[in-house]
């Protein structure tokens, strides 16, 4: 999904110079396109992801790397797109990430192992830290107060259409064609951005230089890095691994650094005296811990609906159509929610409605139709993620000062991108340790020799992908095969529990820091810098 304060990133534009009437329809077929690439390749490549694992032999861990590399540089390097867009002019930006995209997305389709595929999409998610603040940019400073409203009405319902279908086109790319051709097609998009914005998107740059942060950026990166190299390669290298403790030290000791760094630099990336503010904090909170849960979730759910459940890589993609058009058609309406009741109770209700969904989700086991299992699930948090993120994003915009509007929605943007990524890699090991628990304990009823009880508990971490050893009779390949689905839907049982925790975190966040009154976010903002 979108981050949650994309608009609030619009609306917070400083005026630039309005295009003329007639370029404003070529202004944003460039940046829905622009925007589209780098928000479908956030979820796209999930339906790809069993595949990739049969294509290339690949552990989780491995699939895992192909999701976080991606998501680790954008997160970290977003608020540096922005600011780069700002001082050495937006339309130039922009279009640098269009190309460092589409290069690698070539980069990732002909990749003939998973270290290159790894490696060319931890590019696009530089790519894509410049062009989606780049495009949003752009929308703020070519339309004008009175057309702007239009402007982001146009540009949240086509990208909320491509990220909806993206998945359904992805998962039919893989299922007919290949599994490369989900990165292929950026290219033809790629080359349509880049003609459009030479021909009809002007330059702009803000009117007073500013400084890039570069310092916060790189400790930034190196210490989520650190952080999710730890607990990703846990799993693979074990606890007692000097690599594994020293990388997670390493990563939390950078991520404290960037604080102290934060807190003295004179254009800082994170303003950390936005966070005097509780709604600011408060809103940000509630982002982290439903944004993580999310992420993980569409992370292992095509994993199950395609290895496990046996549906179709097209099926898997459109399973999820219903959340993303709830979450467009209902903005609108919760949005007005925060006017008449206040923001704290639709941030409240909201996460537990999708903690529900959560719970809804843990329920299904082994060839469940869809209709009777899935859906219902996918309904009820699509319904709780609809009532949360229009008045997620109003907090945030009304919890500071009008001029810090675009570092505050701008940090939100960030906050939700590296929430799913901290969380995948730290729930990725509750998944693999719960489905190794039940494996093992499933096995023992089997009475498998020795070598091949080994040789399944040496593989375990290719997850579902894990085929029964040679040499068994058609009976036991049966049992073992049936023992590793259910030993998945056990995992997947237990993440989606603890998603659901995460999610009422988020509610009760809301309750504690989320002002009750319409108004009282207003009132409370933290004012201009000294």
């Known amino acids: 999904m979108r981050g949650p304060s994309d608009e609030a990133v619009i609306r917070s534009g400083d005026g630039g110079s309005p295009c003329a009437a007639a370029a404003r329809t070529w202004i944003l077929a460039a940046t829905i396109a622009g925007s589209s690439m780098a928000f479908i390749d956030g979820t796209v490549v999930n339906v790809a992801l069993p595949a990739l694992e049969a294509s290339f032999h690949a552990t989780v861990v491995d699939v895992q790397w192909v999701v976080e590399s991606y998501g680790l540089l954008l997160g970290a390097l977003i608020l540096v797109g922005g600011s780069l867009g700002d001082l050495f002019g937006r339309r130039r930006i922009f279009l640098l990430g269009v190309a460092i995209f589409a290069l690698a997305s070539a980069g990732c389709g002909i990749a003939s192992n998973i270290h290159l595929l790894i490696l060319a999409r931890s590019i696009q998610g530089v790519g894509a830290a410049l062009l989606v603040p780049g495009s949003l940019a752009i929308i703020s400073t070519s339309f004008d107060e009175k057309s702007r409203g239009q402007a982001i009405g146009t540009w949240s319902g086509f990208t909320a259409i491509t990220t909806a279908l993206g998945p359904v086109l992805g998962g039919w790319l893989v299922q007919h064609a290949s599994w490369r051709w989900v990165f292929f097609i950026n290219l033809p998009l790629a080359a349509l951005v880049v003609v459009i914005s030479l021909r009809h998107i002007a330059e702009s740059r803000a009117a007073r230089g500013g400084e890039i942060d570069w310092g916060g950026a790189v400790l930034a990166t190196l210490g989520l890095g650190g952080v999710v190299y730890g607990f990703i390669e846990s799993e693979s290298l074990g ?44 809103a940000n909170l509630v982002t982290l811990f439903l944004y993580g849960a999310t992420g993980t979730f569409f992370f292992l759910f095509p994993l199950n609906l395609i290895q496990v459940q046996k549906y179709s890589a097209t099926a898997t993609g459109a399973a999820m159509l219903p959340l993303i058009l709830l979450i467009f058609l209902l ?12 923001a704290r109770l639709p941030l409240t209700i909201g996460p537990l409605v999708a903690a529900s969904g959560f719970v809804l989700f843990a329920v299904p086991s082994v060839s469940r ?4 299992s899935f859906f219902p699930a996918v309904v009820v948090l699509g319904l709780g993620m609809a009532i949360t993120v229009a008045p997620l994003t109003t907090v945030v915009m009304n919890s500071v000062s009008e001029d810090r509007v675009g570092a505050a929605s701008g940090i939100n943007n960030a906050v939700a991108r590296v929430a799913g990524v901290l969380a995948i890699a730290v729930l990725g090991i509750v998944m693999v340790r719960g489905f190794g628990w039940e494996l093992g304990r499933s096995l023992t009823h089997l009475s498998l020799p020795g070598r091949i009880l080994r040789e399944i508990q040496a593989n375990e971490i290719q997850f579902a992908g894990l085929k029964a050893p040679a040499g068994l009779d058609a009976g036991t390949r049966a049992a073992v095969a049936q023992s590793i689905e259910q030993a998945f839907v056990v995992g997947f049982r237990l993440v989606a529990i603890i998603c659901a925790g ?15 009154g319409p108004g009282e976010a207003a009132s409370a903002a933290v004012g201009p810098a000294a």
């Open 369 to 372: 139709n869809y209709w009777t």
């Open 331 to 342: 903005s609108r309406w919760s949005g007005g929610l925060v006017a008449r009741y206040g």
């Open 239 to 282: 606890w007692g691994n000097s690599l594994v403790w020293s990388s997670l030290i390493a990563g939390c000791g950078c991520l404290l650094l960037f604080l102290f760094v934060e807190g003295r630099v004179r254009s800082p990336m994170v303003p950390l005296a936005l966070f005097r503010s509780s709604s600011f904090t408060g």
């Open 502 to 516: 995460l999610s009422v975190v988020s509610a009760a966040v809301a309750v504690l820091m989320i002002p009750q």
